[in-house]
């Protein structure tokens, strides 16, 4: 913790904004808006077909986006380009659950552009953030800013879906409704989306990022090709790891209701249980000043091939938990050091181009596991799903082994 207290104090006041503005929209995205968008889009009478569609289509949106944001960057830079995309994205939540005001016909379009909206906006926040980090912070105090800035997510969701719980009921009893009624699952998703707001100022506040002459005189003088490789290996890295992480993350409680018939609060306690368990990236920075970079993330990527074996021999619920905390400890553990290690094996000013193909992997892993999983269960079983996202931990971990630069 001593490390920690003085790596923050060397945090610049841009680093400091941008944090807050990570910490608002983890609260407002992963915690209020994905507890109740669901239960939101049911009270409004749709069926898991409509719901999966939704959900699905927004990853893709991002996948589609990463690359177009990485471009957009480049002409504007990426405070400009973040705020731009914070304000997008709180428009568009702000918009959806409006939803229910609109003709039943337009009602079906308006949820899933602005969902799709909300997505393809975030790709212009993602692409940036990790060219924006290390450019405000000094190679000291660089690996703990990117492991606070994963284990917001998880703290800040964690409390926005403890008082997201509360919002309809508080909703229900003003408007005087039941909570089978979509009011109050709409007012609390407007009340959400103008928190989200906040982070727009929070970056409003921060400085764009500026080349000095020295780096100007290198960016002119530098003749170097775009380094194809790195950008594909690391990209293919990502993308296998998020193919493992969401294949856990999207079917574990839907195995467990499903396979196992595990009681509802059974699989809430499991999974508030493994949300701490992101509480792993604070550990990142001491792992990688151990044992080097590259050692970390492969690391994650056996914890994630490891964290199937469970699921794939024992068929009990403590052992779908215990993968399911084990995939979420090693990701957060790895991701931050992965990020940080992407962004320094090139040069600074092709951060963006591998910032913005990383996220595209992303999208491209959510999306292809949310509206491919669900086929597979279907054809081949839910063992065959969770051998292959223990395939794609194995073979991400073979390739940091054999082609990534060691670290």
Sequence with gaps: MRNYWENIQLFNRNVRYFLTATAVHGFVFFGIYSLLLNLYLLRLGYGSEYIGMVNGIGPLMLALFSLPAGVVSRRFGSRRVMMGGYFMMALSLGLLPLSGLLPAAMRDSWIVVMYATTWATAAFVIVNFSPYLMA??????????????????????????????????????????????????????????????????????????????????????????????????????????????????????????????????????????????????????????????????????????????????????????????IIIGAVSLSNPTFLVFSQSVVEPRWRNAIASSISMSVGLGVALTSFGGGYIIAAFGFQMLFVLGAIAGLLGAVIVWRFLPRD
């Design 136 to 325: 405000w912070t000094g190679e000291k105090e660089r690996n703990y800013a990117f492991a606070i800035q994963s284990a917001l997510f998880p703290v800040a969701g964690f409390i926005g879906s403890f008082l997201g719980g509360t919002l309809p009921l508080l909703f229900a009893n003003l408007a005087n409704v039941t909570l089978d009624s979509p009011i109050p699952y709409r007012n609390a998703l407007l009340v959400a989306a103008a928190i989200d707001f906040l982070a727009v100022v929070a970056i409003w506040k921060t400085d764009e990022v500026g080349e000095t002459a020295v780096s100007k005189e290198t960016h002119q003088k530098s003749k170097s090709p775009p380094p194809y490789r790195l950008i594909f290996l690391f990209t293919l890295v990502s993308l296998l790891t998020v193919a493992g992480e969401w294949t856990m993350r999207v079917y574990f409680n839907v195995y467990l209701d499903t396979a196992l018939s595990a009681h509802t609060t059974l699989i809430g306690t499991l999974s508030a249980g493994a949300l701490f368990m992101g509480l792993f990236a604070l550990l990142s920075p001491k792992a990688a000043e151990r044992w080097g970079r590259s050692r970390v993330v492969l690391l994650g990527l056996l914890g994630v091939f490891v964290a199937f074996l469970p699921l794939i021999f024992i068929e009990q619920w403590w052992a779908v938990g215990l993968g399911y905390m």
